[in-house]
């Protein structure tokens, strides 16, 4: 239940670990990243914690929520773009203008070891783990999650899933054509990245199973189910290893299987919206 860490969201872990590797100097010049909302937000605060001085780019479509939550923990937010990819762009220009640290939201090693704390408190937790089920952005979190649970038990299975709207690391997975047209807006913008690492797309190729993806109506229902049944806020990347659960279980078939709720920063009114789409669809039988 990341969705109840500091900040709101899993990427606190990443961050701060990736600020404990700087040396001073690298502190005292602070550190830039761009942000679909929840890596702003755990950069944002583990910058505060350290006194060091954090930019971060913003696509305009980021939900308001996320962006004054970010800048409420001290950091300097900049919205550009209409996609992550555009405010990456600019942010990489402003750090060479400023000689500010990167610190990537997903393609770093000691992001990827941060996330990947998840894995070992969960299995610490329960043991009996035999599947984890990861959402999918840029793979920073299923890489470290990956890498820790198959360290702990190379049986445990890891099943990633992404938005049908955006499955850029999907069809990498399967050897399929990625057609950049085709992708378009989710409600699960916490996951909404073009295209997957560098670094985690090797990672997710050796470590990862298999990788699913869900509709926004399917999406809609997960987030609706947590709010009915356990009075639980979700954001769309949140719901969507839950969603896959409901839509997937046939592939799944896990008998003790991890879902991680990466997050639950949501703009209250999208609620309606979810409401919509999830009344478009008839899931009743699989909930």
Do not use: W
């Not at 783990?129 to 702990?152: M, N, Q, R, Y």
């Not at 592939?251 to 639950?264: L, M, P, Y």
């Amino acid at each position: 239940m990341e969705n109840q860490q500091k900040t709101g969201a899993f990427k606190f872990r990443g961050a701060s670990f990736k600020l404990m590797q700087l040396s001073n100097e690298q502190l005292e010049k602070g550190v830039i990243t761009a942000s679909a909302g929840n890596h702003a937000q755990g950069l944002a605060y583990a910058s505060r914690k350290l006194g060091v001085n954090a930019i971060i780019y913003m696509p305009e479509s980021t939900p308001h929520a996320k962006v004054e939550a970010t800048q409420n923990y001290g950091a300097e937010v900049v919205l550009h773009g209409a996609s992550f990819q555009e405010a990456y762009e600019a942010s990489m220009i402003r750090q060479v203008e400023e000689g500010a640290t990167y610190v990537h939201p997903f393609d770093d090693y000691d992001i990827i070891a941060g996330q990947g704390t998840i894995a070992m408190e969960a299995l610490r937790q329960e043991d009996r783990i035999d599947t984890f089920i990861v959402p999918i952005g840029g793979g920073g979190l299923i890489s470290g999650i990956a890498i820790a649970a198959k360290h702990v038990n190379k049986n445990i299975r890891i099943i990633g899933v992404q938005a049908s709207n955006m499955s850029a690391t999907y069809s990498k997975f399967h050897n399929l054509k990625t057609n950049e047209a085709t992708q378009s807006s989710t409600i699960a913008e916490g996951i909404a990245v073009k295209h997957p690492g560098e670094l985690t797309m090797p990672i997710i190729n050796e470590y990862v199973d298999d990788i699913v993806t869900v509709s926004e109506e399917e999406i809609a229902q997960a987030i609706l189910y947590m709010l009915e049944r356990n009075k639980t806020l979700m954001e769309g990347a949140g719901a969507a290893a839950l969603a896959a659960l409901f839509a997937h279980s046939d592939k799944i078939q896990s008998r003790h299987c991890g879902v991680i709720v990466s997050g639950g920063n949501i703009d209250l009114d999208m609620i309606p919206r979810i409401q919509k789409l999830a009344s478009n669809e008839n899931l009743t039988e699989a909930y």
